[in-house]
RNA sequence: GGCCCCAUCGUCUAGAGGCCUAGGACACGGGCCUUUCAAGCCUGCAACCGGGGUUCGAAUCCCCGUGGGGUCACCA
């Protein structure tokens, strides 16, 4: 048996790091068995514009690796694979449910419904609906229609018995049938209702393997009674513990950002997003810029595989000590067998140090690549960049090292090697300049470096060390103002690459500059 | 509330009856290095929800509590 599993989000408009999670380990699955992997828009509640609800979706899976085998974009034997162009199929398999009596047509009004809810409610007794309204008959049908009353079709589920799934991360479970509404699968308008659409959708493209988060275990008796009834075999099923909430067990949600904010990890790392995002002329308004959406970790320069190795890490472990796998690594490693039960809550600072490290292994000519758009972006360089400048962010990030956790963390640390003049930090201009007698430190400081040849990082160690030794000062007492000088800031790649990056003469003039806001 | 799921350091987890004095990672504390900030190295702190069983032996199996979560739409 091939495998075959499916990812099918709705266009919402974001793609959501629980849906990233959700959509990794279905394509984990699929390529771990050389199976396929699919993609379906589950758009039958017809948005307006699902197009373009749809295309960050569609990228952030791109720009994640995730790709799939037959789906929007790519076509496949079972097209089309978009939910609202299948509703031929749902209706087909709503009359076949009818014609088997697995289906009724259901005529009661809303609040009928809500008036039998009430009294089993009242009586302390879980609700059923007592199918008053239910049409066995066209007869039936004919005579609730005359009285204006419209008609859905409902499931008539069984009321004895249970079913028993075997599921891939919880095992046996065991659903008693009673306690299953008859749930409304086509509309009063003859649209289909999910639930149907799914199974229908699912069979028709050969799922083997429904692959989802935990929120849907409870629909499964349902599903696999719409299953059951139209003569499909049940797919396994592998619910997902969910994705929670820094520091809470409850469901990730878009919807509560307000309270992820008050946490401080959540809240840094979103900072440290909109800063960058302001820079590069991303719009950043909290609710549709943060990192719960894919979105933000793109355009702020994360690593995409650094973002699924970490998600892979939610809720699922490869043994007791191996974290980091490359692609390929993980899809050899991958198994449903080894998904925790559990809730995993998601983690900021985890993501973060995961990022880092993978950042930490790219060559200065791969960040080079991944940088120099946001300086473009930043304006900080022309379009396309000149040789002279890509030289010089080259450098920037050589000595900047490690310093560089996210692609646009290269605008904080280039931006005063490219700018005519840096952008003085009051508060480091306060702290390290406006002392006595810096300006004159400054001058003198200035005077003993104008001549190092060449004006490179070694030298310029020996020079500062042999005028720190002359004045009889310490080393810090003149790198922290002359940091301040030439970068405006107090944090910054070494103070040698610094000045070297900068070359003698701009170094020196910016030096004899700041002499002016000194003590 | 009914049904279902879950329960190991703050967080992610390893652990499928003895390898557990419970391992790893992140975070956090201390130290080293050091021109700032990172990085790196060393080091420390920190958990089996409770109670009953079963067993020679339980984090692991069973039961009961307790706690947390999901779900109960003519949403997906």
Not at 103 to 128: H, I, V
């Amino acid at each position: 048996m091939t495998v075959r599993t499916r990812f099918a989000p709705s266009p919402t408009g974001y793609l959501h790091i629980g849906g990233v999670r959700t959509a990794l380990f279905n394509w984990l699955y699929a390529r771990r068995h050389g199976g396929t992997f699919i993609l379906r828009i589950d758009d039958t509640d017809a948005e307006r514009n699902v197009e373009e609800a749809l295309e960050p979706i569609l990228s952030g899976l791109k720009w994640l690796g995730i790709d799939w085998d037959e789906g929007p974009g790519v076509g496949g034997p079972h097209a089309p694979y978009f939910q609202s162009q299948r509703s031929a199929g749902h209706k087909a398999a709503v009359g076949k449910l009818l014609a088997s009596g697995h289906a009724y047509r259901d005529f009661a009004k809303p609040e009928e419904l809500d008036e039998e809810r009430k009294a089993a409610q009242a009586a302390g007794k879980p609700y059923l609906y007592s199918r008053r309204f239910a049409a066995f008959t066209s007869d039936e049908a004919a005579r609730f229609a005359a009285e204006g009353r419209q008609g859905v079709v409902r499931l008539k589920m069984p009321r004895e018995g249970s079913l028993v799934i075997d599921d891939a991360v919880r095992g046996r479970v065991e659903f008693a049938w009673e306690r299953e509404q008859d749930h409304v699968i086509q509309r009063a308008d003859g649209s289909c209702l999910y639930h149907l659409a799914s199974v229908v959708d699912d069979h028709d493209f050969e799922i083997t393997h429904v692959i989802r988060a935990e929120e849907h275990l409870s629909n499964t008796p349902r599903q696999a009674y719409i299953a059951l009834s139209l003569g499909y075999p049940l797919p396994a099923y592998a619910h997902l513990p969910l994705v929670a909430e820094p520091g809470s067990r409850t469901k990730l949600s878009k919807r509560k950002l307000a309270a992820y904010l008050k946490n401080p990890d959540f809240r840094q790392m979103q900072d440290h997003g909109t800063r960058i995002a302001e820079r590069i002329g991303v719009a950043a308004a909290a609710d549709t810029f943060n990192p719960v959406i894919v979105d933000f970790y793109r355009e702020v320069g994360y690593l995409p595989w650094a973002i699924d190795n970490a998600m892979a890490l939610l809720g699922w472990a490869y043994d007791d000590k191996t974290e980091f796998f490359s692609r390929d690594e993980l899809i050899a490693a991958f198994s449903l067998e080894r998904i925790n039960a559990s809730p995993a809550s998601f983690d900021p600072k985890k993501l973060w140090s995961v990022q880092d490290h993978y950042m930490h292994a790219l060559s200065a000519d791969e960040k080079l690549a991944l940088m120099l758009p946001y300086l473009v972006k930043a304006g900080l360089v022309s379009s396309p960049p000149t040789a002279d400048q890509t030289a010089t962010v080259r450098r920037v990030i050589e000595a900047s090292g490690d310093r560089l956790k996210v692609s646009g963390d290269i605008l904080g640390y280039a931006d005063f090697f490219l700018l005519e003049e840096p952008v003085l930090d009051p508060q480091a201009v306060a702290q390290k300049l406006a002392k006595p007698g810096v300006a004159d430190l400054l001058a003198r400081y200035a005077g003993s470096i104008a001549a190092v040849t060449p004006f490179e990082p070694g030298p310029l160690e020996e020079a500062t060390k042999a005028f720190v030794a002359e004045a009889g000062l310490k080393l810090g007492d003149v790198i922290h103002p002359v940091r301040v000088a030439i970068t405006g800031k107090t944090v910054g790649p070494g103070l040698y690459d610094c000045l070297a990056i900068l070359g003698a003469s701009k170094s020196i003039a910016r030096i004899d500059r700041a002499r002016g806001l000194a003590g």
